[in-house]
């Protein structure tokens, strides 16, 4: 599925030169004791809002944070991610508003000058942001000239600030296109599905079938191999009639898994080893069984060496790579050699000169811990907007900007 956009590289000077631009960025980062643990979601929108920035915009930012259910939630506020985004956006001032809608947001907006740039509360704080709600959407359109969506992460869902204002500002015949993040999400992922490199390897991971078994049907006929790896092989053992001990199964999902691999034959790839242990917990003590010695107390919490080795060589020839979700629980150490030794052998591949495709959520992070980003092609923003991209579904933070010409 390939998707092209117009994009801010498309604007005319004279579209954009004192021009308010509202940009959607997707500003849900983790946050811990009001410190920000891991900007990449804020850095991976520099480009854009620098880009903007040189060629005489200034900046009303639009950004949601965890769910507040359209109340307004002090913890949830977004006034560590402005000072955040004051020290890495060098020369340019961000000031915090602490509204977004009202007499506030708006007197803020109409004072900007070139080069400068505010950041808006959490637009969750609004009840009518997740209804895409019309007139909401038109007050936030009221508050530029231009609008941008960078918010990949966000790109799935039809809200005010993703949808409804592009709608809005396109039919005043505003500009409404897709940042550089957007466009490189898009050309990345999309490429992958339209025409990637062979062979074209998937690599699925994480806890259930039932979250990913649209992706699975959509990747299946498109790819040379498809690994499955987390949780979710559990329920591939299950219906291969091997024991799975005490490990999560979706029961209600075996004899649709027993169907998938009647239908893929050798193209979808089962662990062949696991790592178990009696408790999900640090400090366990772990044991490398064979998938057919998984014992009645013990439960699946990795894939085995073997099954590392064996993803390792299916990946040692691919073209392109798709990895979307852990092979373990790799936030505790225990359960994180089967992730870490996926990661590493999907970093080779890029370095042998494969395009390597990290799909948001729990992969991103991984990479991220490991350290191993720089050695990946593209670690997308989006989880679930990357496996709805993936799935073959239509996006409507996506759908309503202009179409590329």
């Known amino acids: 599925m390939s998707v092209r956009k117009r994009t801010i590289a498309d604007l005319r000077d004279d579209e954009l030169r004192g021009r308010r631009v509202v940009v959607r960025v997707d500003y849900n980062v983790p946050i811990e004791d009001g410190r920000i643990t891991d900007d990449t979601r804020i850095t991976s929108t520099l480009p854009t809002l620098n880009a903007l920035l040189q060629r005489g915009a200034s900046l009303v930012l639009l950004a949601h944070f965890g769910r507040p259910k ?32 009202g007499r506030e947001a708006h007197g803020a907006a109409s004072m900007l000058q070139p080069g400068e740039v505010i950041l808006l509360e959490n637009t969750r704080f609004l009840p009518g942001e997740e209804k895409n709600d019309g007139p909401l959407a038109e007050q936030l359109a009221a508050l530029g000239d231009v609008f941008v969506n960078d918010a990949f992460g966000a790109a799935h869902r039809a809200h005010s600030s993703t949808a409804g204002i592009a709608t809005i500002m396109r039919g005043q015949g505003k500009p409404a296109v897709a940042g550089l993040l957007m466009d490189r999400e898009l050309e990345y992922l999309g490429r992958a599905l339209a025409s990637p490199a062979r062979p074209f390897v998937a690599i699925l991971g994480g806890s259930k079938i039932s979250g990913k078994i649209d992706v699975i049907r959509s990747l299946l006929p498109k790819t040379d191999h498809l690994l499955i790896g987390g949780a979710m092989a559990n329920t591939f053992f299950r219906s291969m009639g091997l024991a799975t001990g005490t490990s999560l199964v979706e029961d209600d999902r075996v004899e649709m898994a027993r169907e998938l691999l009647a239908q893929a034959g050798d193209k979808l790839v089962i662990p062949v080893d696991a790592v178990v242990a009696p408790r999900l917990e640090a400090g366990q003590t772990t044991t490398v069984v064979a998938r057919e010695e998984i014992q009645a107390d013990q439960s699946v919490l990795d894939i085995g060496p073997r099954t590392v080795e064996e993803f390792r060589r299916v990946l040692g020839t691919a073209g392109t790579v798709l990895w979307n979700g852990p092979m373990g629980v790799f936030e505790i150490a225990e359960f994180a050699a089967g992730t870490r030794g996926v990661a ?57 900007l202009s179409e590329a010409e």
């Open 70 to 101: 359209g109340k307004p939630v002090p913890e949830m506020s977004l006034r560590p991610v402005a000072a955040r985004l004051a020290e890495l956006l060098e020369g340019h001032s961000v000031r915090f508003v602490e509204d977004t809608v």
């Open 344 to 400: 590493e052998a999907v970093a080779d591949a890029t370095d042998r000169g494969a395009t390597t495709i990290i799909g948001g959520g729990d992969s991103a992070a991984a990479v991220a811990d490991m350290g191993l980003e720089s050695r990946m092609s593209h670690v997308s923003t989006g989880g679930g907007a990357s496996l709805e991209f993936l799935e073959g579904r239509e996006l409507p933070g996506v759908s309503v």
